[in-house]
């Protein structure tokens, strides 16, 4: 560079500067053409979704891919170590499958979700497919929102006015009708995995007026298991019985969610049933 | 016209002698390899985490789901987190990865984030002292007693500003791509990029969405930058005519810029700042189809007003230097 004259130099910052400035005037004018002019052209992608997983049983398969979708049971909400019992469950089965590489592959689940939204997000949505395709173990939880929100009126994290018991049992077939879908669209999108579905918990059994709501939880999980029993890879865990005598210890303040504890009980029932 | 060419030259080799871009390059050379640096650990991590970019995104999009069902955050916040979802959702249903791990996605995001200060800075270190450095240094006598017209002196410190401006956006993108791509690759030139989303209240209007090549998409977003540095620059030309001293010119634009940055960024219920230079810089956003800072905003209005601030910082360099009076 200390060879070139000031002649050449302004020669060769001239050109270079005046040609990126003609550039950049170019891509100025194309981008207020193209934006305050658009010309719509669809464009339609390649689907490239992942290959099934091969079935059968968890302990013969080369790696454990686990994706969890659902509502804020799935979430983990309630742990104050933000673990749930996905991430604890991933962690147990590290530990019994040791020569398997187990991996959280996504957890979809969002607070606050109902099986309405949830069957609706299986039809359409293209992120849940894709991470359902690729998991050999689906766990998910949903339907407490359905029940306690149209119960009382209120999502049930806030939940302050009256359960109306007699509004549970009514909701009851809808629920079930929604989960009946949701089982139905998670057997298309993958038939090979392995599916656990969490029952439901009465969260307000010591509280003398809405113990009674445990029949209708009850009554949910007997038709909840009658729906999944029609798929061979489908199964159901029972928390129920958690979340009665042992309430202070397994819930969290919010009295409605399970605490770290409780959620460690849950992982740990889940692997309990798998083989 | 015939006088102004070798002004052109005079002015251009002065900067270069000055030895500013220099600056900017060796600046260029020290921060894209700590932000590529950067870059490169999130995507180690995302590699650890997903398999797969399409379960990022989804879980991208699930986070921002969660936050949205939560009663705690501000609505302006929850509107462009809606937005984004929209957006990703886009994304992810044409399957297309907005996060691409290559040279070129690194060089359009890096650019895209540099417009509102980055760029200013840069521009503003060749700007701030065209005129005020030759009070300072006593050199403006000299400059205009030779028999030339005062405008067109200005006229030639305007055309060569405008050249270091063009050399700074695109010596910027092309260092950019060069140090980035030697650690993700120099490939990304054809991905496509979805541009023409219509933002309405909280939901986006994805008629007239449309895919462009990356490489198209990364030109019309240096043309976008060049012309907001180019209304700094203006803007930096009239502070230097106005004040004496090169440092009271450089902090005084860059007080107005930061101000701008802070104002983007909680103005959402003083309306009336849209007509604030600063706060329209960001002029990639709309390309990108992030909500602007202000509800109303669009690519139009901000052009308006960024033309309106350069043309009366212009009347107002010109009028004033041919005037004023040289003393020291």
């Known amino acids: 560079m200390r060879t070139l004259s000031s002649a050449n130099l302004w020669k060769f910052i001239g050109i270079a500067a005046v040609l990126c400035t ?46 969890a979708i659902g509502d804020s ?118 038939p090979n995995a392995h599916v656990v579905y969490v029952g439901l918990y009465n969260p307000f059994y010591d509280i003398g007026d809405y113990r009674e709501g445990s029949l209708q939880i009850q009554k949910w999980n007997e038709r909840a298991y009658a729906l999944l029993h029609r798929y061979p890879n489908m199964s159901m865990v029972p928390t129920f019985d958690l979340f009665e005598n042992t309430i202070s210890r397994y819930l969290s303040s919010d009295h409605f969610h399970p605490n770290h504890n409780g959620y460690a009980q849950i992982a740990a029932r889940i692997v309990q049933s798998l083989e | 016209m015939d006088r102004l ?67 705690r955050i501000p609505d302006e916040w929850k509107r462009s987190r809606r937005i984004a979802v929209q957006q990703l959702q886009y994304y992810l249903d044409h399957d297309v990865n907005p996060n691409s791990p290559d040279g070129v996605t690194f060089t359009r995001s890096f650019m895209s984030n540099a417009v509102t200060l980055f760029f200013p800075l840069l521009v503003l270190a060749i700007a701030s002292d065209l005129v005020s450095g030759e009070r300072t240094s006593g050199t403006i006598k000299m400059l205009l007693t030779r028999p030339v017209r005062r405008w067109k002196i200005l006229l030639s410190k305007l055309v060569a500003l405008t050249f270091y401006v ?19 690759g120099y490939n990304g030139w054809e991905i496509p990029v979805f541009t023409g989303f219509v933002i309405q209240g909280s939901s986006i209007e994805s008629s007239f969405v449309h895919a462009v090549p990356q490489w198209l998409y990364m030109l019309m977003e240096a043309g976008l930058i060049w012309v907001s540095s180019m209304t700094v620059a203006i803007l930096a030309l009239m502070v230097s005519v106005l004040v004496r001293s090169t440092s009271a010119s450089i902090v005084t634009m860059m007080a107005a810029v930061i101000s701008g940055t802070i104002l983007s960024s909680m103005s959402s219920s003083w309306h009336s700042a849209k007509f604030i230079f600063s706060v329209n810089l960001q002029l990639t956003d709309y390309l990108a189809g992030s909500p602007p800072p202000i509800t109303g905003m669009t690519l139009g209005f901000s052009l308006l007003i960024l033309a309106f601030w350069a043309a009366v910082s212009l009347a107002v360099s010109f009028s004033v230097f041919t005037k004023q009076d040289i003393m020291n």
């Open chain 1, 22 to 67: 003609v550039m950049l005037l170019a891509g100025f004018g194309y981008a207020v053409k193209d934006m305050l002019y658009p010309k719509s052209e669809a464009y339609s992608g390649s689907e490239d979704l992942p290959a099934l997983p091969a079935g059968g049983n968890l302990s013969e398969s080369k790696e454990i891919n686990v994706t």
């Open chain 1, 73 to 190: 049971l799935t979430k983990g909400t309630g742990d104050s170590s933000g673990e749930g019992y996905v991430k604890q469950l991933v962690a147990l089965l590290k530990t019994k499958y040791p020569d398997t590489a187990v991996r959280l592959n996504n957890n979809l689940a969002v607070n606050g979700m109902k099986a309405d939204q949830l069957a609706k997000l299986l039809d359409t949505d293209k992120g849940y497919r894709f991470a359902l395709r690729q998991a050999n173990l689906i766990v998910f939880t949903i339907g407490g929102n359905d029940l306690f929100q149209i119960a009382a009126g209120a999502s049930p994290s806030r939940m302050t006015g009256e359960l109306k018991l007699d509004k549970l049992q009514a909701e009851l077939p809808q629920g079930l009708d929604r989960l009946d879908a949701i089982t139905k669209r998670l057997n298309a999108i993958n």
């Open chain 2, 5 to 71: 060419l070798p002004l052109i030259q005079n002015e251009t080799l002065k900067i270069w002698k000055k030895k500013r871009f220099f600056v900017i390059v060796l600046v260029l050379l020290i921060l894209i390899p700590v932000f590529t640096y950067a870059q490169l650990r999130i995507a180690e991590t995302n590699k650890k985490n997903f398999k797969d970019w399409h379960n990022q995104l989804v879980q991208q999009i699930n986070e921002y789901q969660n936050m949205l069902s939560s009663d």
């Open chain 2, 166 to 184: 063009s050399l700074t956006v695109v010596v910027s993108g092309v260092l950019c791509y060069l140090i980035s791509g030697a650690v993700f």
